[in-house]
């Protein structure tokens, strides 16, 4: 049965939209450190922080990946490579760059000045690697690795594209090794990106992205429903050490499942009203997913101070409403800014917007 084209781009624009306010719990605000965080570990707060990031944050990351590792086999304008680069350096990396300079500039700024608990910088180095994200991940703006290691996927996808689907497979499957193993660095901050993007390149060839959506809803959730428990109870026991494979097995096994749920999802969305509400989110997901962190540094302590840290009563609230917050703080200002200077709206959104 042939699937409707316009319904699949639809589903993808909301499961965009599902996957970035979902990366917002991933960050959320605490007002708390690590050592404070450990003292809260089997607290019910704790159990709901790690339940938001991981079935909403950490698990819908992997389908932005898939999604474009699907896009880019699917166009014929990867196959140049000079061309296709530039674009996706005007709409990934400089952006990135831009942004990470505002983090430094606002959220350092901060801390200078009103003795904001925030990263300030402390040499060159730290600059140049807070910008460019060069061999470690950065202090601030710590959702960039993605963009930095897709861009890097998409400078080798005009080779990609010309592989087999079995080879991209094969691909695929070391770069999950490779996340497992905890190796990628410095190269890939997150091996499981490639991974993903990969996936994505053979979900098109091999028409997985259209099959899926024939299933029953329940077929697709049922591999999230096993697999998330368990990853959700490791995490709630030992949090999510860098270095135990096992754990770093299951969480992508976890994420694979995750995308299949989300994709299955978005699809059933899209004749809702939910479904219409998330497509207009989505011209300034791109927006609002570089912009969160600098949000949540700076305004997360004006708001924790009526509402408290993590541990006080009103806290919970605090943590669920923080996605819809960061997208009230962002959307207008991302649609200001499109008004009063497309050029820099166009810059900032990786040419999302500006255009209007």
Not at 42 to 55: C, F, H, K, P
Not at 73 to 78: M, Y
Not at 116 to 129: C, K, M, N, Y
Request: net charge positive; proline share 7%.
């Amino acid at each position: 049965m042939p699937i409707d084209a316009s319904r699949r781009s639809a589903a993808i624009a909301i499961a965009r939209s599902l996957c970035i306010l979902g990366v917002v719990y991933v960050h959320a605000w605490t007002g708390i450190g690590s050592a404070e965080l450990a003292a809260l570990r089997g607290t019910g707060q704790d159990a709901l922080r790690w339940t938001l990031m991981e079935a909403l944050g950490r698990s819908a990351v992997p389908l932005l990946g898939l999604i474009s590792g699907w896009l880019v086999a699917s166009s014929a304008r990867s196959r140049d490579w000079g061309p296709f680069v530039r674009r996706k350096a005007r709409s990934i990396l400089l952006p990135m760059i831009l942004w990470n300079a505002l983090a430094i500039s606002l959220v350092s700024g901060a801390a200078w000045l009103w003795t904001l608990p925030a990263p300030v910088p402390t040499s060159w180095e730290w600059v140049a690697q807070e910008l460019f994200i060069l061999t470690r991940n950065p202090d601030i703006n710590v959702q960039m690795p993605f963009l930095r290691d897709l861009f890097l996927c998409m400078v080798v996808a005009p080779l990609l594209v010309r592989l087999p689907a079995v080879a991209l497979l094969a691909l695929a499957g070391l770069a999950g090794v490779a996340h497992v193993a905890g190796l990628g660095p410095p190269v890939l901050m997150r091996a499981a990106i490639l991974c993903f993007f990969l996936l994505g390149m053979v979900a098109w060839r091999w028409g997985w992205a259209d099959r899926t959506v024939a299933w029953p809803f329940w077929m697709s959730a049922m591999p999230f429903a096993v697999a998330m428990p368990v990853r959700l109870a490791l995490a709630l026991q030992w949090g999510a050490p860098q270095d135990n494979m096992v754990m770093a097995a299951i969480d992508l096994v976890s994420r694979v499942a995750a995308a299949l749920f989300f994709w299955r999802l978005a699809w059933a969305l899209v004749p809702t009203r939910a479904g219409a509400i998330l497509r207009r989110i989505e011209p300034f997901a791109f927006f609002l997913f570089c912009a969160h962190l600098i949000l949540i540094w700076l305004g997360g302590p004006l708001i924790g101070r009526i509402v408290g840290r993590m541990g006080s009563p009103l806290y919970p609230l605090f943590l669920l409403l923080q996605p819809a917050l960061i997208l009230m703080a962002a959307a207008p200002m991302a649609s200001a800014l499109n008004r009063l200077s497309p050029v820099a709206a166009a810059l900032l959104s990786g040419g999302r917007l500006g255009r209007r």
